[in-house]
């Protein structure tokens, strides 16, 4: 399903593709697309797992990001096989108002519709796992004693401390050519998966506005698509385009030294970790909703960091060690605080030296640990 754009490889995993067979049915009911979507991903997985069972292929373990439907029919195939979802969000009324302030009746209906595949793959599962407290503080109290907390975990070899004050050279895919940064220029820098609200694009443009009117040699970086990514339209975007990059460059046009921000798009997670080493502050903002992998990326890679307080930033990242925290919903303090945090940066502690459990090799050991003990219940029940 994926087009797998780091080329990321695992040793001694073999990589089959699946695609589903055709797009949603737009014509169907606009709460059911989640939906329909959820019922293709099933399919095209069945199809592909039918195909190899045909061969002798027999699991004792599926694992399954669940939400989306990929795992909604493995029973179909494999009956007495063990199921681990991994979840990572449920949208119940109270968190949509959070995530949606103004959100209509309609509104929430349609986004607490979404849970549907994500129930089935739970119900059928034996076990689920969310890396954080907080997500799995929004499952139904009827799911808890499924579910089993287990960070992702961080790749520190990769990401790791170590300031370099050098000349910086990244390429990305929305860039023609490389862009090179000497080594004695500030950089400001932001990225997720999107350009949006939900993610606190707006509030970071406006502040690099202002760093920009207050350092003349500072340049900003934003890297990842020019996107709404997840999946929050019903956030409206105030051009017609519904780009809010559109929106935000035509909103700053008399402020903002174009010369001076650069939008890579996609950059690989090489350039990524040079980045971070490299930047003079990075800005991670979001509305509470999951923590994207790249805060952590960037905190392990001990860069000067600025991110918003919520429940779940403060349970990973602990104020007084590794960031600075602002009010996401008060312009003003972000703009004081990213100007601030530029004339005095603060050099911040590896991830790893922070919060227990957060590294690649944690991860592995405790997924280990909960396969085992489903395997060796699964061959004591067999």
């Known amino acids: 399903m994926s087009s797998n754009p780091q080329n990321i490889a695992i040793p001694g995993v073999r990589l089959e593709r699946f695609q589903c067979h055709r797009e949603v049915n737009r014509a169907i009911h606009s709460y059911l697309h989640p939906v329909e979507q959820g019922v293709l991903n099933g399919q095209a997985v069945i199809r592909k797992l039918y195909e190899l069972s045909e061969k002798g292929f027999t699991p004792n373990v599926v694992i399954a990001h669940s939400g989306f439907g990929f795992s909604s029919y493995i029973r179909c195939v494999y009956p007495s096989c063990k199921i681990i979802a991994y979840s990572e969000w449920y949208f119940s009324r109270e968190n949509i108002i959070r995530l949606l302030p103004n ?74 050519e490389s862009l090179i940064l000497p080594a004695e220029v500030p ?17 970071f443009m406006r502040a690099a506005a202002h760093a920009q009117k207050t350092f ?3 340049h900003v970086v934003v890297f990842g698509k020019d996107r709404v990514a997840y999946g929050m339209s019903e956030i409206e975007c105030p051009h ?44 991670y903002f979001t509305e ?16 000067p960091l600025l991110t918003n307080s919520f429940p779940g930033i403060d349970e990973v990242l602990t104020s007084s060690n590794t960031a600075e925290r602002v009010n996401l919903h008060n312009q003003d303090e972000i703009n004081r605080t990213v100007v601030s945090l530029l ?14 459990g957060m590294t690649v090799q944690d991860a592995q050991s405790s997924w280990i640990k909960v396969i085992k003990q489903l395997t060796d219940n699964f061959q004591q029940a067999t």
Not at 195 to 200: I, Q, S, V
Request: aromatic share 8%.
């Open 288 to 303: 509470p909703y999951v923590v994207s992998w790249g805060v952590f990326q960037a905190a392990a890679s001990g860069c």
């Open 240 to 283: 017609k385009s519904g780009s809010w990059k559109t929106a935000l460059l035509e909103e700053l046009s008399e402020i903002l030294d174009l010369s001076r921000i650069h939008f890579t798009g996609l950059i690989s997670y090489k350039d990524l970790s040079r980045l971070f080493r490299r930047t003079s502050l990075h800005c």
């Open 103 to 176: 959100s209509k009746l309609d509104t929430i209906m349609k986004v607490e519709t979404r849970n549907l595949p994500i129930l089935q793959e739970s119900l059928n599962a034996d076990l689920i796992i969310t890396p954080t407290k907080w997500q799995a503080s929004q499952f139904p109290k009827s799911l808890a004693k499924q579910i089993k907390i287990i960070f992702d975990g961080i790749d520190t070899t990769l990401f790791h401390d170590g300031f370099q004050p050098e000349e910086l050279e990244i390429t990305g895919s929305d860039l023609s």
């Open 216 to 218: 003349s040699d500072l």
């Open 343 to 356: 004339k005095e940066p603060k050099t911040l502690q590896r991830i790893n030296q922070l919060t227990a």
């Open 187 to 203: 950089i400001l820098t932001y990225g997720t998966r999107g350009m949006e609200p939900m993610r606190g694009f707006p509030q």
